[in-house]
């Protein structure tokens, strides 16, 4: 049985961007569905089919997913962080985070292994966001937060 006992985490994911950041959500929310890359306390009932499913259950509601799965609205930088929000970087935070503010994947891969990346400023069941670039082109967004009771 589930219990709540696993308190708050941190997450991080990536994934293709093509200029559409809900686009690049919804791919990315699928990806980690997908792969049962989440927190999952109920194995008794078996992974749900799809995100909706996943969303009804009770202890998702209460505990999350511990994943981009529990983040859904997309807010400016200098937007107030709050219950599922995702707020990216300020030029300045980018700058402060990764020394540019235009972080190549690699930039981010070794923040995240180290886990540098700077989680301070956010909530509980927020998230920040940066797009990643590769010869001044932005090809990733990078999606990372703490969800968790």
Known sequence: MG???????A??????????????????????????????EEDELG???????????????????????DVHEFISA???DDFGTIRPLTDAELVAAFGTEEPS??????LDKAGRLPYERRPRWSANCALLYENDVAVELAIWGVSGD
């Open 105 to 110: 994947v690699a930039d981010f891969d070794e």
């Open 47 to 69: 992974r749900p089919d799809s995100i909706d499913e996943l969303y009804e259950v009770e202890s998702v509601q209460e505990s999350g997913t511990h994943s981009v799965l």
């Open 11 to 40: 997450w991080s994911v990536r994934g293709r961007f093509d200029g559409d950041p809900e686009a690049a959500l919804d791919a990315m929310k699928a990806r980690v569905f997908e792969e049962g890359d989440y927190l999952w």
């Open 78 to 80: 200098t937007g107030e």
């Open 3 to 9: 219990g709540g006992q696993v308190g708050a985490s």
